[in-house]
């Protein structure tokens, strides 16, 4: 590239404002395609963020949420994966639309808008992801694994690095959105408000009584009232745990400290593996619709 004063050509630095925008379209997308599942795309792109950054090795820093390489094969294939299409598709538009916002910002903004969106707490969040190339793939076997209980719970997220408590207020990421048969195998929400956060997973899991789903399927619970609502082995494991269980019982309790907790520990897990640089502002986004 050259000019005729020979001084590089002006770069477009995006501000907290430009990020709003793109922050603003995506919530305006969410309200627009409702005729997606249980009326919202919010669910799937939360899984998405997830299973982007839920990859992070603390010991190799390999991992996390800088990359977006599930944009690429052999990761996109991985089985924890299947289904994440449907969440990259949705924001394409958008990318095309902000072509200066990497593929790995613009999926963690898109986590963080849909919790918002869906009335969670705010999100904290801070820019500066960088898009990888396939060699950065991680292998597969990162993510949990539904069928398993506690201890490989604690394999994986001590892993990522986090402690018990952080485990199980993640896991109350579980009020929304629901398991599908072509995808995990799985079927069924686990809350009545599956487009809607709140703590209603801690309080299911502590007051219905689960039983095992009799299917063909993969081992599953559901509520014996209702015989609507499901639990994974790995969401049961949870209250089969002793430590986990008081941490349970606390967010069944209190909304607001769920919340709280749920704040921190979500900007955490989206921002592992990330090399911010220095002096990396840290921002909130205005709600558009909640
Ligand atoms: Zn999930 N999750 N997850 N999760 N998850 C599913 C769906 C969703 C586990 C798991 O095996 C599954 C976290 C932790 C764990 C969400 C968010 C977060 C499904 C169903 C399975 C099987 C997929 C399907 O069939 O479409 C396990 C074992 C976990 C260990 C604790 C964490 C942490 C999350 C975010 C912070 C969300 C939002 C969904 C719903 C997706 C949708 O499409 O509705």
């Known amino acids: 590239y050259s000019n005729d004063s020979n001084v590089a050509p002006k770069l477009f630095v995006p501000k907290f404002e430009d990020y709003q925008k793109v922050y603003n379209e995506i919530a305006n997308r969410l309200e627009e395609k409702d005729d997606y599942d249980d009326g919202s795309y919010g669910p799937v792109l939360v899984r998405l963020a997830w299973h982007a950054s839920g990859t992070y090795d603390k010991e190799t820093g390999t991992g996390g949420s800088n990359g977006a390489t599930m944009r690429f094969s052999p990761e996109s294939d991985h089985g924890a994966n299947a289904g994440l299409k449907a969440a990259r ?4 538009p958008v990318k095309a639309k902000f072509p200066w916002i990497t593929y790995s ?6 986590g963080v808008c849909a ?5 969670g707490p705010t999100i904290p969040y801070r820019a500066g992801r960088q898009d990888r190339d396939v060699a950065a793939c991680t292998p597969d076997g990162r993510l949990p694994d539904a069928a398993q209980a506690q201890d490989h719970l604690r394999n994986i997220f001590y892993r990522m ?6 485990i199980v207020a ?6 929304l959105g629901r398991c599908h048969t072509d995808r995990s195998g799985y079927s069924g929400p686990w809350t009545f408000s599956p487009t809607v956060l709140t703590n209603d997973y801690y309080k299911l899991l502590i007051e219905e009584k689960w039983q095992w789903k009799k299917w063909n399927g993969p081992k599953q619970y559901e509520d014996k009232k209702t015989q609507t ?3 994974l082995p790995a969401d049961m494991a949870i209250i089969q745990d002793k430590k986990f269980k008081e941490w349970v019982k606390v967010y069944a309790a209190d909304n607001d400290k769920f919340f709280q907790d749920f704040s921190a520990v979500v900007k955490k897990l989206f921002e592992l593996g990330v090399p911010f640089k220095e002096g990396t502002e840290t921002w909130t986004f205005k709600p558009v619709n909640a």
């Open 89 to 92: 598709d949705f924001l394409e």
């Open 105 to 110: 910002d613009l999926w963690i903004l898109a």
């Open 115 to 119: 919790i918002q969106e869906m009335m």
């Open 161 to 166: 690095g986090f402690n018990d408590q952080e």
């Open 170 to 175: 993640l896991s109350g990421a579980h009020a």
């Open 229 to 231: 609502l499901m639990m």
